[in-house]
């Protein structure tokens, strides 16, 4: 969410105008308008004092990107409102992409054991990431993924039936193993696919 949605939804639940919304806040009301267009990117302070002003507080947070290592993507997944884990497939792609592009540091980036992640999805497929990222380098498997049980249940990505059949024709081994159908193409690139 950017700083216009925040704001245009902010004053939407605390039934304030533009005006409004900008006299609580001390500021001119084109100041707020050119915000929610997006014709003006305000600073953390300014976009405080609109969301303090619509009742709300603004929370920032930093997040660690993947620094080149697979631990770093522990956060990488949220629960979705129909209460599965879904993955974060942004960053872990961009993980996938950083290592094509620098496979000599794959060894270092799968070796330490991830935190646990709160969620057995994301724990197994950490473990069958570093699985399939290692066996294509052939490089020895890192010891902690033996230590992460595999799902209880199957895991796939919503789809139809006939979808689904092609990713399970699609995943590859080291997900399978774990309990996944996905298609190997979901996270790695057809280029990683080739080298392998």
Not at 108 to 114: E, L, R, T, V
Not at 160 to 167: E, I, N
Not at 173 to 188: I, K, T, Y
């Amino acid at each position: 969410m950017d700083a216009a949605m925040l704001v245009k939804a902010a004053c939407e639940e605390a039934n304030l105008t533009v005006r409004e919304l900008a006299g609580r806040a001390g500021v001119a009301a084109s100041t707020v308008s050119r915000v929610e267009r997006r014709h003006m990117d305000p600073t953390v302070g300014m976009l405080d004092r609109l969301l303090d002003a619509s009742g709300h507080d603004l929370e920032l947070r930093a997040r660690r990107s993947h620094e080149g290592r697979l631990g770093a993507l522990t956060d990488a997944w949220r629960v979705h409102p129909d209460g599965t884990d879904r993955p974060d497939w942004t960053r872990l792609r961009v993980f996938l992409d950083y290592l094509w592009l620098h496979p000599e540091l794959i060894q270092a980036s799968i070796a330490d054991k991830p935190d646990p992640s709160g969620s057995q999805v994301m724990d197994n497929l950490l473990a069958a990431m570093a699985e399939k990222l290692s066996d294509d380098a052939e490089l020895p498997r890192p010891s902690w993924t033996a230590e992460i049980p595999g799902l209880s249940r199957p895991w796939c990505t919503p789809a139809t039936p006939r979808m689904q059949a092609a990713a399970q024709s699609a995943t590859a081994p080291q997900l399978v193993a774990r309990g996944f159908v996905l298609a190997s193409n979901s996270l790695w690139r057809d280029r990683w696919n080739e080298i392998a």
